[in-house]
T-cell receptor, first 115, second 115 residues
Framework: GAGVSQSPSNKVTEKGKDVELRCDPI?????LYWYRQSLGQGLEFLIY????????KSGLPSDRFSAERTGGSVSTLTIQRTQQEDSAVYLC?????????????FGPGTRLTVL | AQKVTQAQTEISVVEKEDVTLDCVYE???????LFWYKQPPSGELVFLIR??????QNEISGRYSWNFQKSTSSFNFTITASQVVDSAVYFC????????????FGQGTELSVKP
């Protein structure tokens, strides 16, 4: 498809397990962003990539969270030793470049539930 | 610091009524962009509009219009003759020229349009 895709759409895991969330950006978009949406915190920025580099990781809540992007395309967000407070919808977005004017287009999200 | 405030948590209107969603922002950047996104029940964030800090012209797109006023740091969104399909959560967001790639979102306004 032409839009941002994310997988899985839903993920249920047990506390303490590791999870990987995947994002496939719009073709030709060099910038990729991860956000988290939860009831208590709203929409929070996590990290963004320009190409394979991550100039801003300031939103990652702890060192249990990491993300990588290889080949300037697909990105994976990994959460180690999941906790219940990690339960949220994880949204990925992409834009042509990471310029201030560039519009970010969002994927459908991955709903993570930690039991 | 950058901040976006959407003071209206929930709004309920009857179809064909006009409704205005408020957005107030704070930033020290002289160059910045403001955005509105719609999140229907399906969950995906849909881009509606982008406005830069140097362009205070109001914009109209069909039933949608936006009023940007730098003097009051506001970027309000009006839906004319609302329809049931307009029911969604609407987010206002800010991206500053010196803040890298991230969008700062307001808490969102849930609009319910009843038939």
């Amino acid at each position: 498809g032409a839009g941002v895709s994310q997988s899985p759409s839903n993920k249920v895991t047990e506390k303490g397990k590791d999870v990987e969330l995947r994002c496939d950006p719009i073709s030709g978009h060099t910038a990729l962003y991860w956000y988290r949406q939860s009831l208590g915190q709203g929409l929070e920025f996590l990290i963004y990539f320009q190409g394979n580099s991550a100039p801003d990781k300031s939103g990652l809540p702890s060192d249990r969270f990491s993300a990588e992007r290889t080949g300037g395309s697909v990105s994976t967000l990994t959460i180690q030793r999941t906790q219940q407070e990690d339960s949220a919808v994880y949204l990925c977005a992409s834009s042509f470049i990471a310029g201030v004017a560039d519009t970010q287009y969002f994927g459908p999200g991955t709903r993570l539930t930690v039991l | 610091a950058q901040k976006v405030t959407q003071a209206q948590t929930e709004i309920s209107v009857v179809e064909k009524e006009d409704v205005t969603l408020d957005c107030v922002y704070e930033t020290r950047d002289t160059t910045y962009y403001l955005f509105w996104y719609k999140q229907p029940p399906s969950g995906e964030l849909v881009f509606l509009i982008r406005r830069n800090s140097f362009d205070e012209q109001n914009e109209i797109s069909g039933r949608y219009s936006w009023n940007f006023q730098k003097s009051t740091s506001s970027f309000n969104f009006t839906i004319t003759a609302s329809q049931v399909v307009d029911s969604a959560v609407y987010f206002c967001a800010l991206r500053g020229g010196n803040q890298g790639g991230k969008l700062i979102f307001g808490q969102g306004t849930e609009l319910s349009v009843k038939p």
